[in-house]
């Protein structure tokens, strides 16, 4: 189903990260959300590929195929030390005979062992940078991209998070294979790309619920400006709910973990508490409050991987 290399004799492109899709939707069966009469689905988006899992490879794989289709090799992009965009730039590099550069925040990691994540990257393949956080702030800017190319020579660059117009675009799919399934559809937040293209494919009929894992209130401004720039307009039917970050980005509280355990003995899978748990508590919350009138069906978008490292 997922070939690992790309075929002899073609240019690699995005069809050799062949995906699953569309993810699958299944039922799950709550009592806290039967009592409300609410019908909760499951779409699990983290099947879509095994290296470039959920939101990620619908990001990216826009993304490669537009740098493929450009005659680049080299890909750069930016990330915190535990970014599963990271590691999935870097599958993609080595899925594909990409380069990859990744350029981490925080200069002092560049001293230290790396952690599994940053391994993962380097053992597929991905050149490191660390890089201060000031500098960090203004990657953005033209002149920190003007050195990098001087440092690094040509690339196309992949923003943080990969979110971008092409990715917002790749995004809207996911809202697509959702129409007519679900009345509201909840889902994790980083950057925003991800919510702003669900929310665009899914149409005016149905409501996505975002929830961020950051603190900072930046969200709202940032998924308008992702869906004004692949779309031309805001969607009228998204919103956020900013009660349930914990502190912030992999932060956690005794009363999340509490949920995350209790989901996952419930339901037999491993929630992400850096995403996917903070997502599901924040909507049991939701429907526990009665923000939900019964017979409203909500699908919960399981966006990364069930176990194992977050960011
Ligand atoms: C990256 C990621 C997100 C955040 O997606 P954005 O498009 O940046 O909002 C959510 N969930 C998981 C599991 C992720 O890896």
């Keep these: 189903?997922?070939?690992?290399?790309?075929?002899?004799?073609?240019?690699?492109?995005?069809?050799?990260?062949r995906p699953l899709l569309p993810s699958p939707l299944h039922a799950l069966t709550d009592d806290r959300f039967a009592r409300r009469g609410v019908r909760l689905l499951l779409k699990r988006d983290d099947l879509v590929h095994p290296d470039l899992p959920?939101?990620?490879?619908?990001?990216?794989?826009?993304?490669v195929r537009a740098a493929v289709d450009r005659g680049c090799?080299?890909?750069?992009?930016f990330g915190g030390a535990y970014s599963n965009h990271l590691r999935a730039t870097a599958a993609a590099g080595r899925l594909l005979g990409l380069s990859t550069i990744g350029v981490v925040r925080g200069h002092e990691l560049a001293d230290r062992p790396l952690n599994p994540s940053l391994r993962r990257?380097?053992?597929?393949?991905?050149?490191?940078?660390?890089?201060d956080r000031s500098s960090y702030r203004r990657k953005a800017e033209p002149e920190v991209i003007e050195g990098l190319r001087e440092r690094f020579g040509d690339f196309c660059l992949v923003p943080e998070g990969g979110s971008n117009a092409l990715a917002?675009?790749?995004?809207?799919?996911?809202?697509?294979?959702?129409?007519?399934?679900?009345?509201?559809?909840?889902?994790?937040?980083?950057?925003?790309?991800?919510?702003?293209?669900?929310?665009?494919?899914?149409?005016?009929?149905?409501?996505a619920v975002g929830f961020p894992v950051l603190k900072g209130?930046?969200?709202?401004?940032?998924?308008?400006?992702?869906?004004?720039e692949a779309f031309g307009r805001r969607t009228g039917n998204w919103r956020l709910e900013d009660r349930f970050h914990c502190g912030g980005y992999a932060?956690?509280?005794?009363?999340?973990?509490?949920?995350?355990?209790?989901?996952?003995?419930?339901?037999?899978?491993?929630?992400?508490l850096v995403y996917v748990a903070k997502m599901l508590h924040g909507l049991t919350t939701l429907v526990t409050e009665g923000a939900f009138t019964p017979g409203t069906t909500v699908a919960a978008v399981v966006t990364g991987p069930v176990a194992g490292a977050g960011g």
Excluded: Y
């Design 217 to 228: 209130g930046f969200l709202g401004r940032e998924t308008e400006r992702l869906q004004t």
């Design 54 to 63: 959920g939101n990620k490879w619908r990001k990216l794989a826009p993304n």
């Design 168 to 207: 917002v675009r790749g995004c809207a799919d996911l809202g697509r294979e959702l129409r007519g399934r679900a009345d509201v559809v909840a889902v994790a937040c980083g950057t925003g790309g991800t919510l702003a293209g669900l929310a665009a494919g899914l149409g005016p009929e149905a409501q």
């Design 121 to 131: 990257c380097t053992a597929d393949g991905m050149r490191l940078v660390f890089t």
């Design 251 to 272: 932060r956690t509280s005794p009363e999340l973990e509490a949920f995350a355990g209790d989901f996952t003995e419930r339901h037999g899978l491993a929630v992400d």
């Design 1 to 17: 189903m997922h070939p690992i290399e790309s075929e002899p004799g073609r240019a690699p492109g995005p069809e050799t990260l």
């Design 73 to 77: 090799t080299t890909l750069l992009t």
